[in-house]
């Protein structure tokens, strides 16, 4: 009877949702629009209806701010919300499930906390996200590290090469496409530290590098201070946090039976570290499967060691990164190896985190990650995974439950300065991006200079009787587009002819073509020239490469009817090498002038022809405005051609003079 009479509570409530619904349409009452957060790891897929099962419209990453304009209910009863946002310049609508949504809470004001706030130095654009979690949990203390230093010099060494990584499965615009990162002959992705893994691209590293996207209830936890406190770190938290996991059993030590959890708090007590702390490390090496075969104890060559955390697994020569952990843990030294246990392996591992990172100031997962404090900018980070504090930041929350959230917890939280206005936005887009020409031709004509896939201008010199060129270009990936080829035709004078390739990811790149028609035998005693330089739309000449002397200069320079000399700024002739300012000069037979051109190099700011430490310290002295830099001298210290001259052009200058990274010319 009890079951007949809940099935038909069952109906009737149905049935009255679905008058409510009517009601609602009829009368045409408007949702209260609201305000939310996307809180979720990695990117959420928005659909066209509530439910898995419809088709995916757009995606949009965490820390994104969207209207909820609506709400519907999945074929399982489960609740998505309709939302709206911005993306790209487009209003997008969609759903998504509610779990993902993080709503504002309605805050009253708190004077003490506010005032606490400003005593502490966090900008504006942290203090909402604060007073949220204050409001929701008023014991905890936010501290603001002021690390002192500058945001676009922070995002710079961390874009290092290999310095931060995403797995290769990733969506491409989360991998870089630096110099060395990315193979254009290929179109394809180097590894670093294995297949498995490639260079992050900058794009996502501001995205995880910005304090700002993490200060969620769950996500803040990657701020919070590793140190051990007795009061609100037990056996009991641990073993919530392993529930679930492979360590949530025992192993036997010693013919004797020992829990994951009593061998936790028991390295935590020893070293002073959170053994929450030290379990959701574990869990973000090994996952919570525990299949990876550095905890084996089987691997072939070193049977009965093992690596728990990971220390100095890294791929070597011929060794895979498990083989380089265990060959590691199978050394005697120091932090209780070799590893020859479970127990010997994890207070081992936790003795080297708590005497590497927690007492030398790298006391949170974020610290650990992006090194930003101390003498030791930006090394001795404890992993390459990009991803790799944020994730151990929702497992560590995790073991925290509601009574011990309210408990007074410290969360150390980086400041820095020239931080963009708003939060850096996780990248979302996919697709190839290479969008380089792997040929370019002109029926029976040759281009000057040659074509390179890298090189984007080019010149022609055509009879006054050629009325149309036919131009061919191929794209160097398969699945990109090329336009601007086929019968061109030509008008007298200079023609500019654009092919662009378009990535498969939508990103574009011209290759430009600037055909003179009316050169060569057309007429006969007119001075022409062509030369294997490239001559730009403001008549300056680049593609000449550094030390290059007056002879070579002069030797890739054709001139019909006609000579070509080279001068200094000052109007003497020149002899040596060839720098920024020089000027190029073509007389006719009679030894008129007819053209004059700029030279520039790109990194040669005093005009010297070298590329040294005096063009940095032009530059330095511009930044403090102890010093000009004007017209083609400016033109050559704008070094990613940005129209400015910033930190970027010296940074760029400074690894073309190490050897790092060749400057383009």
Known sequence: MKNYINKHKKVIMCLFGIMMLFIFTMTGEAYTEKTATINVTGILNVRSGAGTSYGIVATIGSGNTVTVIGEAAANDGALWYQIRFQKENQTIEGYVSSVYLQFSVEIAADQNFEAYLTEQGFPESYKDSLRQLHTLYPNWTFVAQKTGLDWNTVVSNEAALGKNLVASGSISSWKSIQSGAYNWDTSTWVGFDGSGWVAASEEIIKYY???RNFLGED??????????????QNSKGVNGLLQNTFMSGSVTEESTAVSYADILMEAAEKTGVNPYVLAAMILQEQGSSGTGKSISGIESGYEGYYNY??????ASGTMTAVQRGLWYASQSGSYSRPWNSVRLSIAGGSEYYGTNYVKAGQNTFYLKKFNVQGSNLYKHQYMTNVQGAASEALKLAAAYNADIKNASLEFRIPV??????NKCAMPTGDGNPNNLLGSLSIDNYNLTPSFDKNTGEYNLIVDTSVSSINVNA???YSKATVSGTGKITLSSGTNTIVVTVKAENGTTKDY???VARGGGSASPGQTTVTMDYTLTEAGMIRGVSPLTTSEEYLKKVQVTNGTAKLFLPDGAEASGKVGTGNVMRIYDTSGTIQKEYQIVIKGDVNGDGNINGLDLLKIQKYLLGAGNLDGIYFTAADVNDNNKVDALDLLKIQKDILGIEKLPQ
Do not use: K, M, R, W
């Open 209 to 211: 590098l910005d304090p």
């Open 219 to 232: 996500t803040v936890f990657q701020f919070l201070n590793h140190s051990y406190n007795a009061s609100n």
């Open 309 to 314: 955390f990971n220390i100095e697994a890294y």
């Open 416 to 421: 820095y300065s020239n931080l963009p206005g």
């Open 474 to 476: 191929a794209a160097l």
């Open 512 to 514: 430009t073509i600037h």
